[in-house]
């Protein structure tokens, strides 16, 4: 589905020495294929899950009852209250709380290096706050110490509120939070990851993993540790009470029983149909996460699982115009009017894609191919030797330069063939970060691990200096214009990012570009006239820069997530940017550039 943007006002106009542009968001698309990693069991039988940014109510049979989307980036935590009222969530920078029934939002505050969400038996917030685990009171804001004095390295709170798993340096601990009564204690044998924790329905123990081992404390009793714990990661992996005797360990699908008293595997090991974690809920229900959500049987854990939902996602990873016509998925390419799946060359896992002109060039494994003229052509078969993995292609699309630690390949869209193939030590360098086509074809620009820029000519195999980096920087990825124009990202000691703009022929910057934030993207107009760069930035994540003088002439952008995929309409009339906008579902962004 699309939906117009009206809720974000006109970007940004600035004045400068070239002409000033406006960006506006035409239109927001959203796509399937969110990816859930946190899920939490309302006393109704809803569910909270997260859907990438998203924070989603869903009811019964997993359709969305109301959706959060005002925290931006990755989600790290998601809990409920008691009873049902409340949901929150947090990133790496703030936490939020919701009213579930009217999605008003209570109260948000700071995230701390190390925090955990939870609610207590009434219904206020406990996060954990460097070491200390306190408590929010959410009717006043009011915070005060509950356990911990520093010493804390990870919490997980019962669904009931009543008692919490801790984690320190040396030991974890099962205890009651009214009153920090010990219940269980074992020593660790590593300083934990982070901590994973299920407890049994009865609240008398609880199964915890720490990324290096698995252990199971119950009331008044001594530890014993799980069989394979060593393997359960805390946050990817499972281990769940199904009830107070029966406990499961799910690890990327694959399941083993467990028995919670000797903390033995039982049975022989079986597949669950999951791609995630898995929640277990009231009455024994199980939630899969992952790449959809689904309802597994407690009573046929091998069943198929039923009531699966994909959710919509806040992102979409490959994207470009196809005769104008946006296109963008995760890791397909749909026509974002139609729906209708643009069938790009080869099957199976896409490593990097590159859309340019009206070709898309992309590597699966070892196989090139290349859409052009509306045909997939299947360009090359490469070896393994050099590690394949960046993709760059001319300003038109017709070559592409395909590259990898110890090796780089030069291939042309008309003829279907490789031009030219170049290892790392022919070059004399010790491996390579990225390589890229001149706009004619007849040279390779060069980013080594150490050293400067240069250009190798193909016929000849002679290197040029193509840009003297400043004393200790190291450079990350480039783009050429249509003009000759280059644009190198590099960072500094202190890493400073920075966009050199290079003019034809020239070693130095003509314009160096500051950026406070990691660019993630670059994107030179089909005419080359103006630069496009996409950055980490909470605000003003897209910026356009005049290619000629290097002036901003325009800068928006409040993106649900960090994304990498940022492209131009072969008129130059639009820029695609693979993010909805924060506050609001959807995947992909077009702005109208006027």
């Not at 009217?102 to 406990?126: C, H």
């Amino acid at each position: 589905m699309k939906i117009t943007a009206l809720f974000l006002s006109a970007a940004l106009s600035l004045s400068t020495a070239a002409s000033a542009l406006t960006l506006t968001p035409a239109q927001v698309y959203t796509l399937p294929g969110a990816d859930s990693q946190f899920g939490a069991f309302l006393p109704d039988g809803r569910v909270a899950v997260n859907a990438d940014n998203g924070i989603l109510i869903l009811d019964r049979t997993l359709k969305t009852v109301i959706g959060f989307y005002t925290l931006q980036g990755e989600i790290g935590g998601l809990t409920v209250s008691p009873d049902g009222r409340r949901v929150a969530a947090m990133n790496s920078e703030t936490w939020t709380v919701w009213d579930v029934a009217t999605g008003r939002e209570i109260r948000s505050g700071k995230t701390a290096y190390d925090a955990t969400l939870a609610f207590d038996a009434q219904g206020d917030l406990l996060t954990l706050d460097d070491g200390t685990l306190k408590r929010v009171t959410l009717a006043s804001g009011q915070r005060g110490d509950v356990l911990g004095d520093g010493d804390i390295y990870g919490v997980a709170v019962s669904p009931d509120g009543t008692r919490a798993a801790l984690t320190f340096e040396d030991r974890v601990q099962f205890v009651t939070l009214a009153d920090g009564t010990v219940l269980a204690e074992a020593s660790l044998n590593e300083e934990p990851d982070a901590l994973g924790a299920s407890f049994s329905p009865d609240g008398q123990a609880v199964a915890v993993r720490t990324g290096s081992e698995a252990l199971i404390l119950r009331a008044g009793q001594d530890a014993v540790s799980v069989e394979g714990g060593e393997d359960l990661d805390p946050q990817d992996d499972s281990l769940l009470f199904l009830n107070d005797t029966d406990l499961l360990a799910v690890f990327y699908g694959d399941a083993q029983r467990i028995d919670p008293q000797t903390g033995e595997a039982t049975g022989e090991p079986f597949m669950l149909d999951t791609d995630g974690p898995v929640v277990a809920g009231p009455d024994g229900q199980l939630l899969a996460l992952g790449s959809r959500v689904a309802l597994l049987d407690p009573q046929d854990l091998e069943a198929p699982a039923t009531q699966e939902s994909v959710l919509p996602s806040s992102n979409a990873w490959t994207g470009a115009f196809v005769g104008n016509v946006p296109h963008a998925g995760l890791g397909r390419f749909l026509n974002l009017n139609s729906m209708q799946e643009l069938k790009v060359g080869g099957t199976g896992r896409l490593d990097t894609y590159l859309g340019q002109g009206n070709n898309i060039w992309t590597l699966r494994g070892l196989d090139v191919a290349v859409r052009r003229a509306g045909v997939n052509v299947n360009v090359a078969k490469l070896d393994e030797d050099a590690e394949y993995d960046t993709l760059h292609a001319s300003p038109d699309g017709t070559f592409a330069v395909v590259s990898g630690y110890y090796g780089m390949a030069l291939m042309n869209a008309t003829t279907g063939k490789v031009i030219r193939k170049v290892t790392a030590k022919q070059l004399k360098v010790e491996d390579i970060h990225d390589a890229l086509p001149s706009p004619d074809g007849k040279s390779i620009y060069v980013i080594p691990h150490e050293g400067n820029v240069f250009r190798y000519d193909v016929a000849t195999g002679k290197q040029t200096l193509a840009f003297k980096l400043p004393a200790d920087a190291e450079a990350t990825e480039f783009q050429q214009s249509a003009g000759g124009t280059l644009a190198v990202v590099y960072f500094n000691e202190n890493y400073d990012r920075f966009v050199a703009l290079l003019k034809p022929g020239a070693t130095s910057a003509f314009k160096t570009l500051p950026f406070t934030d990691s660019v993630r993207a670059l994107r030179f107009s089909p005419d080359g006239k103006r630069l496009a760069v996409l950055t980490n930035a909470s605000q003003n994540a897209l910026q356009v820069f005049d290619t000629a003088t290097g002036a901003l002439l325009t800068r928006t952008g409040k993106f649900n997530t960090s994304t990498g995929l940022l492209a131009w309409s072969q008129n130059g009339r639009q820029l695609m940017v693979g993010s909805g906008l924060l506050g609001k579902p959807g995947s992909v962004t077009v702005f109208d550039v006027k």
